[in-house]
């Protein structure tokens, strides 16, 4: 590995990439500059040039269908009075104008009132009166002809557009006496039908051809493009830019940035025809040699990739792929591997896997090292833990002979309660030494092995006295364990000395809260006699006081949730290790 480090005939990592990729752009970039610039402009001209076409022959091609609606409304205008006369006749001779051109969906005869006369396709009874539609009010105040707005026929039950003329009668031979309204002949445009009609026309690849109205877009050619690239445009700046006779290239807001929009107007601020198409600059290649636009960059892109992948892939990739694995291998422990691979790869690669075999063998020195202190320490420290519980044992067992000769009640008792204590301590100490981290004690069992020690030594099977603990799983460092432990060990004394003297069974609760990772509450309830005033002065009360203000906290006292008495201590962690 130092002989790679020491060696400086390899060229470096750096040096060798850049001038792989310096070759395999060069000849590309200098192409596609030259050709880009002077093909882009000329390209987009063209599109565009298409675009407008395609808009104009739409255009051209529906506005071609409303013409012949129109001059089909004006031929059954001069005979519409003596169709009204016969309804039969005038179902059947509609229904064969209307077949006579495919673009006509239905054609229909209202009368002044604005019921309807006959129509080609039966009416529905729901709509049978017209008198509200705003073609009807229109050509009732007087117009003579007029288009409706994209709607939905009623009869045809498609998007149609009406050509509406006017029917009128003369009152008499005065020529000064206006003609009265006598109804009006509605031709309906099947817009899917026109739709047809502009696709033979040979719209360009991938566009969308819309009929926009004050309504909104009506989406025409389904067949050629999924989506709806009119869907939340707004319409009515559509229908402002258009102009009759006119394709203008649009700024369609809410239509999709890379989309060309071309408007043209087919009844003016009313109705138009919208198309929509990709913008494409490299589609065609009129007047341009397909080898010098297509062929040669394609090659050298394809050389590019070529070069750069195989590039990458020996000079970096392969050596940073082995590099991981080994990074893994010492992540896991086996910091005894040796990157013997890398000795052949560039030099920058080779300097990073002697790098990191010197770094693995350090930390599995440094490891080796805190390995034996740690065991060194945990040994010594479990060890004086066991000591001073066996000390502690010794203590109790002595405390217990003496008190086996003593016949004063109260020094028998005193003795009693000194043993209860120095019990908590020797199971702090016994818990540390069990456990396998010497700086927490889990809290939960360390409580339960407190209660039923104190059970067993204050009788509390025998009286029937139940002792819980209501914990969650969490650990504390001894330093808060130990007077607590003692806290608790007085409470529960004086609840067994205070709160059953008048009852057979009892229960007590040790509940330990903690809120927040801050604070926590360590309670002893009972459902004893309640609150007695001389438990509150006598020397377990100060003992509970003076553990209160070991743990940091402060010591209170009074009414508990059992109904009993219950001495609590609120106090803040130093420290917790949640499971």
Request: proline share 3%; glycine share 6%.
């Amino acid at each position: 590995m130092q002989e790679a480090l020491k060696s400086g005939s390899r060229r470096g990592l750096r040096v060798q990439l850049l001038a792989v990729l310096v070759l395999a752009l060069l000849p590309l970039l200098v192409l596609s500059s030259v050709q880009g610039v002077m093909e882009y402009e000329d390209q987009r001209a063209r599109e565009m040039d298409r675009l407008h076409s395609a808009a104009l022959t739409a255009s051209d091609a529906i506005m071609a269908a409303f013409s012949r609606a129109d001059g089909m409304s004006g031929a059954i205008a001069f005979q519409a009075f003596a169709l009204m006369d016969d309804p039969a006749l005038c179902a059947v001779t509609l229904q064969r104008m209307a077949q006579a051109d495919d673009t006509i969906s239905n054609i229909a005869i209202v009368d002044a009132r604005g019921e309807l006369a006959c129509s080609a396709v039966p009416a529905d009874p729901s709509a049978s009166n017209f008198s509200s539609r705003d073609w009807f009010v229109t050509l009732r105040e007087g117009e003579e002809r007029t288009h409706s707005d994209v709607v939905f026929g009623a009869m045809s039950q498609r998007q149609v557009v009406l050509t509406v003329r006017r029917l009128q009668s003369g009152l008499g031979a005065d020529e000064t006496v206006e003609d009265e309204f006598a109804g009006v002949v509605a031709v309906a445009t099947d817009m899917d039908a026109a739709a047809r009609l502009v696709r033979r026309e040979r719209l360009p690849e991938d566009a969308q051809l819309a009929l926009i109205s004050r309504q909104g877009a009506l989406k025409l050619d389904v067949n050629t493009n999924p989506d709806d690239v009119f869907e939340g445009a707004e319409v009515g700046s559509l229908l402002e830019q258009a102009r009759p006779g006119e394709a203008l290239r649009a700024e369609a807001t809410g239509v999709r940035s890379s989309y060309e929009v071309i408007v043209a107007s087919l009844i003016p601020e009313r109705l138009g025809v919208a198309i929509a198409a990709p913008a494409r600059v490299f589609e065609s290649f009129s007047g341009i040699s397909v080898i010098s636009t297509f062929a040669i960059p394609a090659l050298m892109t394809l050389l590019v990739l070529i070069c750069v992948w195989v590039a990458v892939d020996y000079f970096i990739l392969r050596w940073l792929t082995y590099l991981q694995r080994i990074a893994q291998l010492y992540a896991a422990g086996r910091l005894d591997l040796v990157p013997q691979r890398a000795r052949k790869a560039p030099r920058e690669v080779a300097r990073l896997a002697a790098v990191m075999e010197q770094m693995a063998a350090s930390l599995d020195e440094q490891r080796k090292e805190l390995a034996d202190a740690v065991d060194q320490r945990s040994g010594l420290l479990r060890e004086i833990h066991h000591r001073v519980k066996n000390n502690l044992q010794v203590i109790v067992s002595l405390l217990n002979l003496q008190s086996g000769r003593i016949s004063d009640p109260a020094a028998a008792q005193a003795l009693l309660e000194a043993r209860q204590r120095i019990n908590a301590l020797a199971l702090v100490h016994r818990s540390l030494y069990e456990t396998d981290d010497l700086r927490y004690i889990e809290v939960k069992p360390f409580l339960e092995d407190l209660l039923h020690n104190l059970g067993e030594v204050l009788g509390g099977h025998e009286s029937r006295i139940i002792l819980e603990v209501e914990c969650a799983e969490f650990a504390l460092n001894p330093d808060q364990a130990a007077p607590m432990a003692l806290f608790v060990t007085e409470a529960v004394t004086n609840a067994f000395k205070h709160a059953f003297t008048n009852q057979d069974s009892g229960r007590i609760v040790v509940k330990l809260i903690c809120e927040d990772d801050r604070d926590c509450i360590i309670s002893v309830n009972d459902n004893g006699a309640g609150t007695i005033p001389s438990a509150r002065s006598g020397t377990g009360s100060s003992l509970m006081n003076a553990f209160a203000q070991q743990l940091g906290g402060a010591f209170t006292s009074g009414t508990g949730f059992l109904g009993g008495h219950e001495a609590s201590v609120n106090f803040p962690l130093n420290d917790r290790w949640a499971n």
